[in-house]
């Protein structure tokens, strides 16, 4: 029998809300400014879309229905748990799109020619929204899948990746309009939404390494590793003013996780010593996987 776990419950609780969250502004950025002004860009939403501008067939169809073919091809390789976030995310941006659709239509809301900003506007959305569900271990499937996939044995950020696997789905809509300025759109789309994705993805990643210098490092080691869930080391130094042994706490943790610390060391020992820097990047267990030949 599986045991209830609360922490592991909220935790899938906040991914999904999350991944929500992105979903919409994605949807947003598509059905507001990237539709009503015939623009596209790379992976499945932007086939789907070339395929809306051909024939007029709405874009959640045509996106669900490749998207039904793709996972069946990256459930072996991703896993359960992503695939499964993964398909939730497929559904539910599949009926995102049709709610925004049929909310806001074709109302060029910006008025009309205003094709830049709708291209800067709607790719930061999108790109918001990719990032958003990244972050909480979701995709919105499609290259997004190739791209985590790559991503899970090499060290290719998701935004370099969408890149390369795109520019022929944009380049190839010049053949529904016959009109260059559409392609060099779709391109500046598709550098913003990378630009916007790997800004958030890799602020959410960034990590930092504290040096805790107090009286009561055993409690505040504890209470680390218990409510932060990250790992300390205890090393043994010298204070040369006060020539007395000391006890210094290194740990290593997510920058999202900074305040916390700060706020348990204060509890535990206000007068306690704190140092606090950024790190390049850290490998190992908890956090960045090694991904070199």
């Not at 896993?79 to 539910?92: E, L, V």
């Amino acid at each position: 029998m599986v045991k209830f776990n609360k922490t592991d419950f909220l935790r899938e609780l906040k991914d999904y809300f999350f991944i929500n969250l992105g979903l919409i502004s994605y949807a947003v950025g598509w059905a507001a400014f990237l539709l009503p002004y015939q623009i596209t860009t790379g992976g499945v939403t932007g086939i789907s879309a070339i395929i809306y501008y051909a024939t007029g067939v709405q874009i959640e169809i045509s996106y669900f229905i490749i998207n039904a073919i793709l996972m069946t091809f990256a459930i072996r390789i991703l896993g359960p748990k992503f695939s499964i976030k993964t398909t939730y995310a497929i559904f539910a941006l599949t009926f995102f799109l049709w709610l925004f659709q049929l909310m806001i239509g074709n109302k060029l809301l910006l008025g009309p020619g205003q094709d830049f900003m709708a291209c800067v506007i709607g790719a930061t959305m999108c790109g918001i929204g990719l990032g958003i569900v990244f972050v909480n271990n979701g995709s919105t499937g499609g290259t997004d899948i190739i791209a985590a996939i790559v991503n899970k044995y090499k060290d290719v950020t998701f935004g370099r990746m969408i890149l390369y696997c795109d520019v022929v789905i944009i380049c190839s809509c010049y053949f529904i309009f016959d009109d260059w300025r559409r392609v060099l759109f779709g391109l500046s789309t598709l550098v913003v939404i990378s630009y916007v994705l790997d800004l958030i993805v890799n602020s959410a990643r960034q990590s930092v390494q504290f040096f805790i210098f107090s009286k009561h490092y055993e409690k505040i080691a504890e209470r680390i590793v218990q409510d932060q869930h990250r790992g300390v080391t205890i090393l043994d130094g010298t204070g040369w003013y006060t020539k007395e042994r000391v006890k210094v706490l290194f740990v290593l943790a997510k920058k999202s996780q900074s305040i916390e610390i700060f706020r348990l060391v204060k509890d535990i020992d206000p007068d306690a010593f704190v140092s606090q820097s950024s790190v390049i990047g850290v490998y190992g267990e908890g956090f960045e996987k090694i991904k070199v030949k």
